[in-house]
Structures are given as structure tokens and as C-alpha cells.
T-cell receptor, first 112, second 110 residues
Framework: DAGVTQSPTHLIKTRGQHVTLRCSPI?????VSWYQQVLGQGPQFIFQ???????GRGNFPDRFSARQFPNYSSELNVNALLLGDSALYLC???????????FGPGTRLTVT | RKEVEQDPGPFNVPEGATVAFNCTYS??????FFWYRQDCRKEPKLLMS???SGNEDGRFTAQLNRASQYISLLIRDSKLSDSATYLC???????????FGKGTSLLVTP
């Protein structure tokens, strides 16, 4: 079975620009979560969606937004990029909330 | 205080050694517990869930002490391929988010 897929794998943007990251969950998984990981730290929770509804939001500014589509794929949008947004953005899926989550390979975003 | 705390290491051990990692969490309402493994510049991979009764998966044993809010991972007969960062993970708020520790780095040497 295919795992979680994310696109693009790498991205370079300039401060102030906008970025859209995409994620397709494992088939049958209805929950998608987004995490940000900076070097030397564990992943930090950004959003969780379940059945197309936002179920949780981490401590991130309103510049970060997300949505989940009817096929359970998801997009993470970040507006007005800052240098500090440079990180690995990870998408994870699970069959239900409360269970272990399975991560995609991530999108490595560099903001210059 | 961080929600999940781990000793960052690094732990350098020879092949065949037994190594243990510890983790503490601050939220007594935490409901689910996991260990993840992360290789350099790769995504975290679920290693095992952690149950109150303790559980074992091959060379790996996980323990949970809810009273002390403490989680452990024991790796027996270490292999070179076990070299990675091990992340302690706690799930609160009815499963909305995973809270990760910073990770413990393990290097297994020949």
C-alpha cells in the first residue's frame, strides 16, 4: 500500500511570498495532521483535520491555514513567509484520532 | 516546562549492547504514548505504541508508568542499523495532536 505522499519535496521561497504544500494520506485514513520540524527539535503540531473538519490547531500564527478535501487529501498554506518559517513540513495520517500517526517524507521549505 | 522531556544524548554504544532511553511528560491527562524513530533528514517512523502493562516487539521493550509520568524504551542486542534519533511522543486532547520530545540520538558502533 502507498504511504503518505507530499509535494513538493523541496521548495525555495522569498520572504513575503505565499506557499501551498500538499498531502495525500494513506488510503482509508480520514485524519490528516501537519507538523513543522526545525533542525534539532521534534515536530511541532500545526493542524489536525478529521472528516474535512479542523479538530485541532497548534500555537501558530494566522498566516498558517489548512484544509482537507472530500478525498481526504490536504493542503497547508502559509502567507507572508518569514525566514523563521524555514523548516521541514510533515504531514501525517491515521485511521482515527488518538492512534499512532504515519508520516510522509515531508516538504523542505527554505525562505530566503 | 516542556510537555515531553528527553535526554538528547548522544548515546554511543557498541554493537550487541543494551541501551535504555527515558522520557517524562507533564500532562497527567495524556492518553496515548508512542516511540518514533527518525533517521537523519527523514520523516519520523512509528516504532511502537506504549501500553500501561508494558509491551515488547522483538528487541524493543517499552514501559509506561502513569503515576510517575515516565516512559522508557529498552533496546537489546543493538545493531548498527539502530543508529537514529528516538522520539518520545505523547497524545493529549482526545488525540488532536502528538507532542514530541526533542529526541535522543543513538549511535551504535562496530
Amino acid at each position: 500500500d502507498a504511504g503518505v505522499t507530499q509535494s513538493p519535496t523541496h521548495l525555495i521561497k522569498t520572504r513575503g511570498q505565499h506557499v501551498t504544500l500538499r498531502c495525500s494520506p494513506i488510503s482509508g485514513h480520514k485524519s490528516v495532521s501537519w507538523y513543522q520540524q526545525v533542525l534539532g527539535q521534534g515536530p511541532q503540531f500545526i493542524f489536525q483535520y478529521y472528516e474535512k473538519e479542523e479538530r485541532g490547531r497548534g500555537n501558530f500564527p494566522d498566516r498558517f491555514s489548512a484544509r482537507q478535501f472530500p478525498n481526504y487529501s490536504s493542503e497547508l498554506n502559509v502567507n507572508a513567509l518569514l525566514l523563521g518559517d524555514s523548516a521541514l513540513y510533515l504531514c501525517a495520517s491515521s485511521p482515527r484520532t488518538g492512534e499512532g500517526q504515519y508520516f510522509g517524507p515531508g516538504t523542505r521549505l527554505t525562505v530566503t | 516546562r516542556k510537555e515531553v522531556e528527553q535526554d538528547p544524548g548522544p548515546f554511543n554504544v557498541p554493537e550487541g549492547a543494551t541501551v535504555a532511553f527515558n522520557c517524562t511528560y507533564s500532562n497527567s491527562a495524556s492518553q496515548s504514548f508512542f516511540w518514533y524513530r527518525q533517521d537523519c533528514r527523514k520523516e519520523p517512523k512509528l516504532l511502537m505504541s506504549v501500553y500501561s502493562s508494558g509491551n515488547e516487539d522483538g528487541r524493543f521493550t517499552a514501559q509506561l508508568n502513569r503515576a510517575s509520568q515516565y516512559i522508557s524504551l529498552l533496546i537489546r542486542d543493538s545493531k548498527l542499523s539502530d543508529s537514529a534519533t528516538y522520539l518520545c511522543v505523547v497524545n493529549v486532547n482526545s488525540g488532536y495532536a502528538l507532542n514530541f520530545g526533542k529526541g535522543t540520538s543513538l549511535l551504535v558502533t562496530p
